[in-house]
C-alpha cells in the first residue's frame, strides 16, 4: 500500500472543514492548536505508538476476542509517571511517545487538555487526571507541581488498606468522569502507594446519522461464529464518507458532529486476512488519498460496556517500556515500581458513538478527492479507529472479532 506522510493535526483540521464547504455543518469555526517543534514531533508519533499498541495488545489475545483500548489515556497516563525520579524510566517513555523529554511530555500533555473543549455542539468530549496516593505519604513538591499545571490533576490522599472506602472513591470519581460509562474501576493491591489515573469520555453524533428505520438484522461473520446483528444501513451513498482499498482491506471514514475534527476510521479484511495480519502492513493513518465521495458504509449496532480492566505492563515492555523499574514521587524516595492498567468501553448506534475509559499506572514499594459509488458492510472483524484530527491523537482503537 502507498503511504502519505502524516499530515499536521492543523492541516487535516483544514482539510476536512474544506471539503462540504456548502453545508452547514461545516462552517464551523475551530481555533488551532500552536505546537513548537518538539511537541509536533511528538504529535506526529501518536499515531504509530497508536498501531503499535493495538498490535502488542492483539498478539495476547485469541482471534476471536473482542479488544478496546485508548492509546491516548496510555499516552497520558506515562507521560505523568515520566515525572517520577527515575531517568531511565522516563527515558523509555520518552522514547516510545516520541518527546525529547519529560518537558515535552508535559508541554504537550497540557495543550491536549486544552484541546478538550467543546468546539462542535454534537460532540460531548471531556479529559481528567487525578492522583491517588498513600495518605502516610507526602508528595514531592515538582511532581505536584507538574502534575497541577500540565495535567490539571486532582489530588487524592487514601488508604489503600480500606479496600472498601477507597475503592468506593475511585469508583465514584471514574463514574463522574466518563458519565457512568466506567462505573467500577478495581484495584486489588492494598499495599499501592499510588494510581496515576486518567479519564476520558467521548459522544459523538454522526455527521450523517443512520435512520432506524433502516436497521435490519443480518449475519456477522465473527471469528468464533456467525451470529445475528442489528446492521445500520446508509439511506443513500453520503458524500460525507471516504475510502480507500487495496489488495487487502478496505479503509473506511465515518465523520462526527460537523465532519472537521472528529471521525472513526474502520480498517475491513478482505476476507483472507485477518485483522491481526494487517497490524504491521497496514497504517490506517498513511494511505492513497482518502477521497471524499459517494459511500454508503452500512455497519453493526453494538455495545461494549464495561470490558474486563487489562494489565498492559507486559505489553509497555514489548514496546521498550519497562514498567518494572523503580521511581518515586514521595519525599521519602520510597522506590516504587508500576504496572499499567487499562478499562474501556464502547457503544455504537444510529444517532452515535459513545466512548469512554480510564488508564491507570498504579505503584508499590520493592524497596526502600472523489470515488465511485461503493457500498461496504461491516459484517466480519474488522479494525475501528476514533480519531482526533485537531490534535493529532486516537482516542479508542479496538478490534471488533465477534458480535
Known sequence: MKKLPILSAIAVCTLLGSCNSDDSKSKLEICPIM???PESRASETHFDFSNELLGAVLSEYDDDTNVLISPVGVSMALSMLANGESQSLAADICNLLGADNVGTLNSLAKKIGEGMVQQDPQIELAMANSIWYKDEESLTSGFTQAMTDFYGADFH??????????????DNWASDHTAGKIKHYPYTNPDLF???VNALYFHGSWYAPYSVKNTTTEEFYGAAATTDVAMMHDSDFSASGTVT????????????????????????PDPD???????????????????????KLNMPKFNLDEQPKIDLSETMKKLGVDMAKETTIFESGAALTHQLYQKCSASFDEEGAVIA???????????????????????RPFLFYIMDHRLGIVLLAGRIAQL
Open 273 to 295: 486476512y485477518t485483522p491481526a495480519q494487517l497490524i504491521n502492513d497496514v497504517k490506517f493513518y498513511e494511505q492513497d488519498a482518502l477521497m471524499f465521495g459517494n459511500i
Open 35 to 37: 505546537l513548537s517543534t
Open 357 to 379: 475509559s480510564v488508564s491507570s499506572a498504579e505503584g508499590w514499594v520493592t524497596s526502600p478527492g472523489w470515488v465511485n459509488k461503493s457500498e461496504i458492510t461491516l459484517n
Open 157 to 170: 490522599a487514601v488508604d489503600f488498606s480500606d479496600k472498601a472506602t477507597t475503592q468506593a472513591l475511585i
Open 194 to 196: 499510588d494510581m496515576l
Open 245 to 268: 482499498r487495496d489488495e487487502s482491506c478496505a479503509i473506511i471514514e465515518k465523520s462526527f458532529g460537523s465532519g472537521s475534527i472528529y471521525s472513526v476510521r474502520f480498517v475491513l
